[in-house]
């Protein structure tokens, strides 16, 4: 089981650091990305990290901005998101699949077998 948890609201400029915790199996030998859903829009990959953590893939819209990082020792894999914009406000899901995903299917969806519940991030302007 994966919780996604550190969703809140905050002002344009403003950080939030999002955590996806799993529960019945060790997170460090699962590949784990995190994806978010705005309303009306279709899911969009936003940061991603192999088991190994040997690739990371962030998506155009946050390179600069968030970053990627796991603590086996707490299960948990983090996402630090700095100088949130407006446009960042959505549903924010972490997705774990065992093994090393290859870089170039890191981003996507349907590689992944778990996924949690949800965590609202709301910027305002």
């Known amino acids: 089981q994966l919780q996604a948890s550190g969703g809140g609201l905050v002002q344009s400029g403003g950080s939030l650091t999002l955590s996806c915790t799993a529960s019945?199996?060790?997170?460090?030998?699962?590949?784990t990305g995190w994806f978010r859903q705005a309303p009306g829009k279709e899911r969009e990959a936003i940061s991603c990290?192999?088991?190994?953590?040997?690739?990371?893939y962030y998506g155009d819209s946050v390179k600069g901005r968030f970053t990627i990082s796991r603590d086996n020792a707490k299960n948990t894999v983090y996402l630090q998101m700095n100088m949130l914009k407006p446009e960042d406000t959505a549903v924010y899901y972490c997705a774990s699949r065992f093994g090393r995903v290859n870089s170039g299917s890191l981003h996507l969806g349907h590689v992944y077998s778990y996924w949690g519940q949800g965590t609202q991030v709301t910027v305002s302007s």
């Open positions: 990290i192999s088991s190994s953590d040997a690739d990371t």
């Open positions: 019945g199996f060790n997170l460090e030998y699962y590949s």
